[in-house]
């Protein structure tokens, strides 16, 4: 079946313009999270939704990072004003429900960089 | 607080000899542990997972772990390497009740001829 898909794959800016990163979850799965990997670094957790239930924030890095979903399906993630450090490839996972032994699946990532 | 340690930053092995990707972790309590594989410029594919049933877990491509609670270790192996396991490698644990992963810093795996 289908895995999680993430579009763009590929994303070039300019420092301070708005970009928006989308994740479409597997079918089914009512959870789902983002991450941030920097070059060489493991993921940094960045924030969670289950279902329709109010989604844990708690990693994003700043106010300029922002992230929508509705019900139980995709996802946006929004950097505005970016900055060359929001360089990073940004990964998107959903799981069955959101539980401890629960596995998550990942899509491929947007790869994103600020020039 | 739970976490995971990777104890080696890069492993190089050669083609058919084993494999080993050594991970502790800490947890207060009975953890959910995962291994999950990051290929050059794709996302992580899960590898195997550990959640309280038996000790030695068996994954995909030939991988295993055990689980040691005595040596809070949670290694991986695999019996012979393929250039095909060329690949980062990163050992979690899930922390919380909602499914919240802690990632090891990984493991650069590489496979030599």
């Known amino acids: 079946g289908a895995g999680v898909s993430q579009s763009p794959s590929n994303k070039v800016t300019e420092k301070g313009k708005d970009v928006e990163l989308r994740c479409d979850p597997i079918?089914?799965?009512?959870?789902l999270y983002w991450y941030r990997q920097r070059l060489g670094q493991g993921l940094e957790f960045l924030i969670y939704?289950?279902?329709?239930?109010?989604?844990?924030k708690s990693g994003l890095p700043s106010d300029r990072f922002s992230a929508e979903r509705t019900g139980e399906s995709v996802s946006t993630l929004t950097i505005q004003r970016t900055q060359q450090e929001d360089s990073a490839v940004y990964l998107c996972?959903?799981?069955?429900?959101?539980?401890?032994?629960?596995?998550?699946?990942f899509g491929d990532g947007t790869r994103l960089s600020i020039l | 607080a739970q976490s995971v340690t990777q104890l080696d930053s890069h492993v190089s092995v050669s083609e058919g000899t084993p494999v080993l990707l050594r991970c502790n972790y800490s947890?207060?309590?009975?953890?959910?542990l995962f291994w999950y594989v990051q290929h050059p410029n794709k996302g992580l594919q899960l590898l195997l997972k550990?959640?309280?049933?038996?000790?030695l877990v068996k994954g995909i491509n030939g991988f295993e772990a055990e689980f040691k609670k005595s040596e809070t270790s949670f290694h991986l192996t695999k019996p012979s390497a393929h250039m095909s396991d060329a690949a980062e490698y990163f050992c979690?644990?899930?922390?919380?009740?909602?499914?919240?992963?802690?990632f090891g810093a990984g493991t650069q795996v590489v496979v030599t001829p």
């Open positions: 939704f289950q279902g329709n239930s109010a989604p844990d």
């Open positions: 079918s089914g799965h009512t959870a």
């Open positions: 947890s207060s309590y009975s953890p959910s």
């Open positions: 979690v644990v899930s922390v919380g009740s909602w499914g919240k992963l802690q």
């Open positions: 996972a959903s799981s069955l429900e959101g539980t401890s032994n629960q596995p998550q699946h």
């Open positions: 550990y959640t309280s049933a038996a000790t």
